[in-house]
T-cell receptor, first 119, second 120 residues
Framework: DAGVIQSPRHEVTEMGQEVTLRCKPISGHNSLFWYRQTMMRGLELLIYFNNNVPIDDSGMPEDRFSAKMPNASFSTLKIQPSEPRDSAVYFC?????????????????FGSGTRLTVV | AQTVTQSQPEMSVQEAETVTLSCTYDTSENNYYLFWYKQPPSRQMILVIRQEAYKQQNATENRFSVNFQKAAKSFSLKISDSQLGDTAMYFCAFMKHVRAGGTSYGKLTFGQGTILTVHP
């Protein structure tokens, strides 16, 4: 199993540009999470998808952030326009749930993250 | 809201010794789950150990064990026979089921982390 795959590993962009982060969850996992990690705020949940449907986007900071999951094997997190304060490590995680309940023997499996720097 | 507090920003230990990382949490729930994750310099978040709140027995995984004190809302991680490869940031995390979008899911909330350095 290749695990959760995120790309790119590093992204440097100029303020105002559009940034797209990508995630491929573990095959068979039906829940996907996007987290953001910063020194000031730690790890924060941005959005949760179940069976490709956004369930909880209460953590998305602003309208500049959007996330999609067009199919079970792919998700994107887009920032448009990007700002220096968006600089962070963005993690994707996947899990297996039944009726919305996380199966603890699966837990959350995290990708290696994308380090985004907006200059 | 649930909060997770790790009061030790940094810890250090000599190789082969034992170290304990502290974590406290605040919740009014009775059913929840607790985790410790390790984040080495590679950035990968790795699950170290988990504990179901309804289980009184403390979880163990090889050199890693927890001291779960439900009444005190404390969940510390003990690393025995520390190895250089244990050098990492360690996150305590709390999961409970929350309702959203007409369904419920297990939401994971993290503490701020403790940087552990193992010295040779």
């Amino acid at each position: 199993d290749a695990g959760v795959i995120q790309s790119p590993r590093h992204e440097v962009t100029e303020m105002g540009q559009e940034v797209t982060l990508r995630c491929k969850p573990i095959s068979g996992h039906n829940s996907l999470f996007w987290y953001r990690q910063t020194m000031m705020r730690g790890l924060e949940l941005l959005i949760y998808f179940n069976n490709n449907v956004p369930i909880d986007d209460s953590g998305m900071p602003e309208d500049r952030f959007s996330a999609k999951m067009p199919n079970a094997s792919f998700s994107t997190l887009k920032i448009q326009p990007s700002e220096p304060r968006d600089s962070a490590v963005y993690f994707c995680a996947s899990s297996l749930t039944q009726q919305g309940i996380i199966l603890l023997n699966y837990g959350y499996t995290f990708g290696s993250g994308t380090r985004l720097t907006v200059v | 809201a649930q909060t997770v507090t790790q009061s030790q920003p940094e810890m250090s230990v000599q190789e082969a010794e034992t170290v304990t990382l502290s974590c406290t949490y605040d919740t009014s729930e009775n059913n929840y789950y607790l985790f410790w994750y390790k984040q080495p310099p590679s950035r990968q978040m790795i699950l170290v150990i988990r504990q179901e709140a309804y289980k009184q027995q403390n979880a163990t995984e090889n050199r890693f064990s927890v001291n779960f004190q439900k009444a005190a809302k404390s969940f510390s991680l003990k690393i025995s026979d520390s190895q250089l490869g244990d050098t990492a940031m360690y996150f305590c995390a709390f999961m409970k089921h929350v309702r959203a979008g007409g369904t419920s899911y297990g939401k994971l909330t993290f503490g701020q982390g403790t940087i552990l350095t193992v010295h040779p």
